[in-house]
């Protein structure tokens, strides 16, 4: 068994909460999954992975969780992890709705002298203005029938190399017995330095931090390959130039959007938080701003493109290639997928789409149908499965115009064929 016998409840079976709750299973815990989608619960109890997932289909069947929509399995647990969304709504307003439900649910079950760990990505203060006051409202002493820490996720799906098992973290708890609970518990499970924070505030920072990092260099590069289109520059020569320089530069990469559960909502948190505080993310608000240009910048390249041939935007048949938000996933949460397919319906475009990850969403069974079925090409998603295409398979179904929005193609080789080709700021 694991640490010191103790049984775990991990509530949110989703990309973070499940193979999280697989992995402490593998150390020898009792382990409990709690999540309110019933089809969910029972592809897992049946021995299935309802995430498409290498790390996880290579445990399922034989480590799995006990899964559950009954909220009483808390009552077990010694160690509660909460694995819930944390969303934006339409104006960009964090909802903590999901996050407070959770807790209240622990509060109705939670065994005295448990410790309730929040994985869910949220801004710096949350656990002390949000979570306590519902234990405290509950009749819960914090630090005494109740143990709150913050260990920020860290997964990235499809990494064949970095996932639950060894990818560093970091916590913080809001007393020095839970904080000292959770290392141990955390050092059980992962094979990778677990560093303790001074505060849970910092640790609920930590997280936003590493986020606003990446997307904020992604928008200098989204807003490089504008200013480079208009330069007759090719962005991906340029940073792979840059790239030659051992020191002081991380190449980061442009694309028609940036999708995903973090990089697009997590900046909003703290910008969200620190208004309240009477401080203005002015930098954190332009990436945001400039990032969530890109797939109606991916659109306006097709429109400008199709001009040169003297074809209109309203009736043309254009192939969408990919609906995940990353190549060789089927996860779509914040994918540039969607804002660009509204984007191109408001124009009057008959789309078609596909996704080999993702055949429920997908228009058509094959690559061969959109080809046939399309005067147009907007690749989303840079899939292994389109970036060795042959460019005379384009020009062989009569193909006109290629916006390769994740540069995943070969520019030269689509050019040569004279085909309209446009990435990225290429």
Same mark, same amino acid.
């Given at each position: 068994?694991?640490?010191?016998?103790?049984?775990?409840?991990?509530?949110?079976?989703?990309?973070?909460?499940?193979?999280?709750?697989?992995?402490?299973?593998?150390?020898?815990?009792?382990?409990?999954?709690?999540?309110?989608?019933?089809?969910?619960?029972?592809?897992?109890?049946?021995?299935?992975?309802?995430?498409?997932?290498?790390?996880?289909?290579?445990?399922?069947?034989?480590?799995?969780?006990?899964?559950?929509?009954?909220?009483?399995?808390?009552?077990?647990?010694?160690?509660?992890?909460?694995?819930?969304?944390?969303?934006?709504?339409?104006?960009?307003?964090?909802?903590?709705?999901?996050?407070?439900?959770?807790?209240?649910?622990?509060?109705?079950?939670?065994?005295?002298?448990?410790?309730?760990?929040?994985?869910?990505? *949220?801004?710096?203060?949350?656990?002390?203005?949000? !979570? +306590?006051?519902?234990? $405290?409202?509950? %009749?819960?002493?914090?630090?005494? @029938?109740?143990?709150?820490?913050?260990?920020?996720?860290?997964?990235?799906?499809?990494?064949?190399?970095?996932?639950?098992?060894?990818?560093?973290?970091?916590?913080?708890?809001?007393?020095?017995?839970?904080?000292?609970?959770?290392?141990?518990?955390?050092?059980?499970?992962?094979?990778?330095?677990?560093?303790?924070?001074?505060?849970?505030?910092?640790?609920?920072?930590?997280?936003? *931090?590493?986020?606003?990092?990446?997307?904020?260099? !992604? +928008?200098?590069?989204? $807003?490089?390959? %504008?200013?480079?289109?208009?330069? @007759?520059?090719?962005?991906?020569?340029?940073?792979?130039?840059?790239?030659?320089?051992?020191?002081?530069?991380?190449?980061?990469?442009?694309?028609?959007?940036?999708?995903?559960?973090?990089?697009?909502?997590?900046?909003?948190?703290?910008?969200?938080?620190?208004?309240?505080?009477?401080?203005?993310?002015?930098?954190?608000?332009?990436?945001?701003?400039?990032?969530?240009?890109?797939?109606?910048?991916?659109?306006?390249?097709?429109?400008?493109?199709?001009?040169?041939?003297?074809?209109?935007?309203?009736?043309?048949?254009?192939?969408?290639?990919?609906?995940?938000?990353?190549?060789?996933?089927?996860?779509?949460?914040?994918?540039?997928?969607?804002?660009?397919?509204?984007?191109?319906?408001?124009?009057?475009?008959?789309?078609?789409?596909?996704?080999?990850?993702?055949?429920?969403?997908?228009?058509?069974?094959?690559?061969?149908?959109?080809?046939?079925?399309?005067?147009?090409?907007?690749?989303?998603?840079?899939?292994?499965?389109?970036?060795?295409?042959?460019?005379?398979?384009?020009?062989?179904?009569?193909?006109?115009?290629?916006?390769?929005?994740?540069?995943?193609?070969?520019?030269?080789?689509?050019?040569?064929?004279?085909?309209?080709?446009?990435?990225?700021?290429?």
């Amino acid at each position: 068994m694991g640490q010191n016998n103790k049984t775990v409840c991990v509530i949110g079976l989703g990309y973070v909460g499940l193979p999280l709750a697989v992995r402490c299973v593998e150390k020898g815990y009792e382990t409990y999954g709690l999540d309110m989608d019933e089809s969910k619960i029972k592809l897992i109890n049946s021995g299935k992975s309802p995430i498409k997932e290498k790390f996880l289909e290579n445990y399922f069947p034989n480590i799995k969780p006990i899964a559950t929509t009954d909220e009483k399995i808390i009552r077990k647990a010694d160690i509660v992890l909460v694995c819930v969304p944390t969303p934006v709504d339409g104006m960009f307003t964090p909802d903590l709705g999901p996050v407070k439900s959770a807790i209240e649910a622990v509060t109705r079950n939670l065994k005295k002298g448990a410790l309730v760990v929040l994985e869910s990505t *949220v801004n710096p203060g949350v656990s002390e203005e949000v !979570i +306590a006051p519902i234990f $405290e409202k509950n %009749k819960f002493k914090i630090g005494k @029938d109740v143990h709150i820490a913050h260990c920020p996720e860290r997964i990235n799906p499809g990494d064949e190399k970095w996932n639950v098992t060894n990818i560093p973290r970091v916590v913080g708890s809001m007393d020095k017995k839970g904080l000292q609970i959770a290392l141990d518990f955390y050092a059980s499970i992962v094979d990778g330095e677990i560093r303790p924070m001074k505060s849970i505030r910092e640790a609920e920072a930590v997280k936003i *931090v590493e986020n606003s990092f990446r997307d904020i260099n !992604i +928008a200098f590069v989204n $807003e490089l390959a %504008k200013s480079f289109d208009a330069l @007759d520059i090719d962005v991906m020569d340029v940073i792979k130039g840059a790239s030659t320089k051992p020191f002081a530069f991380m190449p980061h990469f442009p694309s028609c959007g940036v999708g995903g559960h973090c990089i697009p909502v997590d900046p909003y948190y703290l910008i969200e938080r620190a208004k309240q505080s009477g401080f203005d993310h002015k930098f954190l608000k332009i990436a945001r701003e400039t990032n969530n240009s890109m797939p109606a910048y991916a659109v306006e390249l097709l429109q400008d493109a199709l001009n040169e041939i003297r074809l209109p935007m309203k009736s043309t048949a254009v192939g969408v290639l990919g609906i995940s938000y990353k190549s060789n996933v089927d996860d779509v949460r914040e994918s540039p997928y969607f804002k660009i397919k509204k984007n191109l319906e408001k124009h009057g475009c008959k789309i078609i789409s596909f996704d080999p990850h993702v055949a429920r969403l997908s228009d058509v069974k094959s690559l061969k149908d959109l080809f046939k079925k399309s005067k147009a090409l907007i690749i989303v998603t840079g899939h292994k499965e389109f970036k060795n295409l042959d460019p005379k398979i384009f020009k062989q179904n009569g193909i006109k115009v290629i916006i390769d929005g994740a540069n995943c193609l070969d520019k030269d080789a689509i050019k040569k064929t004279g085909m309209i080709y446009k990435g990225i700021g290429r």
